[in-house]
Nanobody, 116 residues
């Protein structure tokens, strides 16, 4: 079984920064892509950013220029650096890993709250 464990969420003031981490229980090389999604109350889960095994990245328009996704292969960890946070960024953030062999896996989520 594959587990993804997120960390780094919390309460931050508007304009602040947070770095989310997602660590996999298996080698990160098993994943063809890894991504961060978020779900706000009453809304559908949406893609925030993703990174492929070839280090190609993709971002939602609402976070482009404010967020950076990266990976540390040695630590089996994917990061989401979020800057200039806005109240509308408030959501539960989920990590997703996609594999050819075993399908998709999700983490348990980490809460991000942007409020003064």
């Amino acid at each position: 079984q594959v587990q993804l464990v997120e960390s780094g969420g919390g309460l931050v003031q508007p304009g602040g920064s947070l770095r989310l981490s997602c660590t996999t229980s298996r080698s990160i090389f098993n994943f063809v892509s890894m991504g961060w999604y978020r779900q706000a109350p009453g809304k559908q889960r949406e893609l925030v950013a993703k990174i492929t095994s070839g280090d190609s990245t993709d971002y939602a328009g609402s976070v482009k220029g404010r967020c950076t996704i990266s990976r540390d292969n040695a630590r089996n960890t994917v990061y989401l650096q979020m800057n200039s946070l806005k109240p509308e960024d408030t959501a539960v953030y989920y990590c997703k890993g996609s594999t050819y062999m075993w399908g998709d896996f999700w983490g348990q989520g980490t809460q991000v709250t942007v409020s003064s």
